[in-house]
């Protein structure tokens, strides 16, 4: 038998026993479902996106979406990771900040729709992919290196310090322990906290006022020992140093979501900016914040320092959607964040208030 999308059936289940009960007919049950055929996939319309998406950078999309038992909608990426997707401005249009990881070479991203028959939809983002090559940095370990801060990282974190040495020393800091806080900071950045987009307004990042650069996000370090490499480390963020104990300056109205020591990034301070945004202040000396605190433009978040795996006190400064770190040079890019997020939304909204 063909079912008919749309139509609706009825299902009778009749069960009996051998009871001699009713002049030995036994007893008799009968259950009835309404069922609905559904093997329409949603559909699915992209409104407006970025035009462009760099190797490391972030990009916006805003679609729309639509099914009579839509379930889920989300945007899907050829490395693994879905970003959440929220509604914005009307009912069945949705907006989603999405990143491409300095560490992956390719780049997709779909908008997926599901029902709860099953049914599933997908449409490719048509972004402009923009390659970007990172530094590649080779540096040779020495016994003087390990015997300083990795040891002193070693005997705070590692369950048994004393099994632990030379190499090991180095490769429990840099592999075992960093994956740790960086699964730890993954957790705490990948959620969004509001269940629409209503606005979403950001300044550019500004968070340390006379600095200068002295590591850029991106920055693949290869280790090597005696001759031979060993181990090796993706740089996520953007080191500034000005003077020692600086102070952190919030450009952003954010919320704290955390202010705590994390291993690798020391005394670590986390701002949530709304659409899945986070800032992302480490190495710190001092915190003036507490989790739950409500900040804004010209708060002194704390001061720089040389905590966690830090060899000079620095801020590291890192930008982060849903989990995924991306280039903070873009969101403390004026031009670039008119262009690649507010004008997108600003456009797709007119758009959808214009549709009936």
């Known amino acids: 038998m063909v079912l008919n999308s749309g139509a609706n059936y009825a299902l009778e289940v009749i069960a009996n026993d051998i009871s001699k009960w009713n002049f030995t007919l036994g007893n008799e049950s009968k259950a009835v479902s309404q069922i609905i055929v559904d093997n329409k996939k949603p559909l699915i319309g992209i409104i407006n996106q970025s035009y462009k998406i760099t190797k490391g950078g972030a990009a916006v999309v805003v679609f729309k979406a639509s099914d009579e038992m839509l379930d889920e909608v989300f945007v899907r990426t050829n490395y693994g990771k879905n970003f959440k997707a929220v509604p914005f401005v009307k009912d069945g249009f949705y907006a989603a900040l999405i990143a491409w990881p300095a560490n992956i070479n390719e780049f997709r991203a779909d908008v997926v729709a599901t029902d709860k028959a099953g049914n599933i939809s997908n ?61 730890k900071t993954k957790e705490i950045t990948s959620k969004i906290h509001e269940p629409n987009l209503e606005k979403f307004e950001i300044r550019p990042f500004a968070p340390l006022k006379n600095a200068a650069a002295v590591a850029s996000y991106g920055d693949h370090r290869i280790y090597s020992w005696e001759g031979s490499n060993l181990s090796e480390s993706w740089h996520m963020g953007l080191d500034l140093a000005s003077t020692a104990n600086a102070p952190i300056i ?47 433009p010209g708060d002194v978040l704390g001061s720089t320092g040389a905590s966690g795996f830090a060899f000079g006190d620095h801020l590291h400064f890192g930008t982060i959607i849903q989990g995924v770190e991306m280039r903070p040079e873009e969101w403390m890019d004026s031009k670039w964040i008119n262009d690649n997020i507010f004008d997108i939304l600003e456009n797709a909204k007119k758009t959808i208030n214009e549709q009936k």
Not at 154 to 180: C, H, S
Not at 256 to 277: C, H, K, P, Q, R
């Open 123 to 183: 449409s490719q983002i048509r972004y402009f992919y923009g390659d970007k090559k990172y530094k590649v940095s080779s540096i040779a370990l020495s016994q003087k290196f390990i015997d300083g801060k990795v040891s002193e990282l070693v005997e705070i974190y590692a369950a048994n310090p004393a099994n632990l040495e030379g190499i090991d020393k180095f490769r429990f800091v840099n592999e075992a322990l960093r994956e740790a806080n960086g699964k």
């Open 250 to 296: 919030e450009t952003n109205y954010g919320t704290v979501v955390e202010s705590a020591d994390n291993g690798i990034y020391g005394l670590n301070i986390v701002v949530y900016y709304g659409f899945g945004l986070y800032g992302i202040y480490a190495h710190c000396s001092s915190s003036n914040v507490n989790i739950g605190d409500s900040v804004k």
